[in-house]
């Protein structure tokens, strides 16, 4: 929580308890439990609020801050989040889309652009039925950080996000399903790039119109 909206919190809490203030020491005691417990319950008010976004700019997140945003027949969804050097965040996304082609993928564009070819490590675990594999791609030509299994139907994807300019890296585990198969995979993409600073956290890539929610928390 920021000094602003810290501030902000014990205005409002004070403001809503004046009636308890008094001179004697009773009152004053109650006076002090009331301002107390008005600003636990503001300040718990403010950490389960998501911050909005303002139309024009990248949200700006303080540890422990959030993002919730709703989006419908979607293949372009904004972040708008700023990032920076050395932090970190978790993703949240839940929805539906109609079933893709084997060899589609969900990604994260950093920076909202798609960097250069080939420039994305990729290390897979899947499980899909009983059939389990994995992959361990050197320079995978993925255009962006892969966050989920192909070809689903319905995507619930959790990751972390690790925005160091020298290590930046995105660790999935997603879930999804069809009418005849049941996917779980685990994802780990490393961006290559050691030099261009993460300065927008970016633009989730759908491979078909994708209806659903998104969660972004910073955490460090």
């Known amino acids: 929580m920021s000094a602003a909206s810290m501030w902000t919190a014990m205005q409002a809490a004070i403001a809503a308890v004046t009636p308890y203030q008094g001179s004697d020491p009773v009152a004053s005691a109650a006076y002090r439990a009331a301002v107390g417990q008005a600003m636990c319950t503001a300040i718990i008010s403010e950490q389960n609020t998501p911050i909005a976004w303002d139309g024009t700019n990248d949200?700006?997140?303080?540890?422990?801050?959030?993002?919730?945003?709703?989006?419908?027949?979607?293949?372009?969804?904004?972040?708008?989040?700023?990032?920076?050097?050395?932090?970190?965040?978790?993703?949240?996304?839940?929805?539906?889309?109609?079933?893709?082609?084997?060899?589609?993928?969900?990604?994260?564009?950093?920076?909202?652009?798609?960097?250069?070819?080939?420039?994305?490590?990729?290390?897979t675990i899947?499980?899909?039925?009983?059939?389990?594999?994995?992959?361990d791609a050197s320079a995978a030509g993925t255009g962006g950080f892969r966050l989920e299994a192909v070809?689903?139907?319905?995507?619930?994807?959790?990751?972390?996000?690790?925005?160091?300019t020298l290590n930046k890296k995105i660790i999935a585990i997603s879930a999804s399903s069809t009418s005849t198969s049941r996917a779980v995979i685990t994802i780990t993409s490393v961006w290559n790039d050691t030099t261009t600073v993460w300065s927008s956290l970016g633009t989730v890539i759908q491979p078909i119109a994708w209806t659903g929610q998104i969660v972004c928390r910073r955490i460090a």
């Not at 708008?80 to 990604?107: F, K, N, V, W």
């Not at 899947?126 to 992959?135: F, H, K, L, N």
């Not at 070809?151 to 160091?164: L, M, Q, R, W």
Request: proline share 4%; charged share 15%.
């Open 126 to 135: 899947q499980s899909i039925g009983v059939t389990v594999s994995g992959t």
């Open 59 to 123: 949200r700006v997140l303080d540890v422990g801050q959030f993002t919730k945003d709703s989006f419908t027949s979607a293949t372009s969804i904004p972040l708008r989040i700023a990032c920076g050097d050395g932090q970190e965040y978790e993703i949240e996304i839940a929805g539906r889309y109609t079933p893709a082609a084997a060899s589609s993928l969900s990604i994260l564009q950093p920076n909202n652009t798609g960097p250069a070819t080939n420039s994305f490590d990729l290390n």
């Open 151 to 164: 070809g689903a139907s319905i995507i619930s994807c959790k990751a972390t996000v690790f925005t160091s």
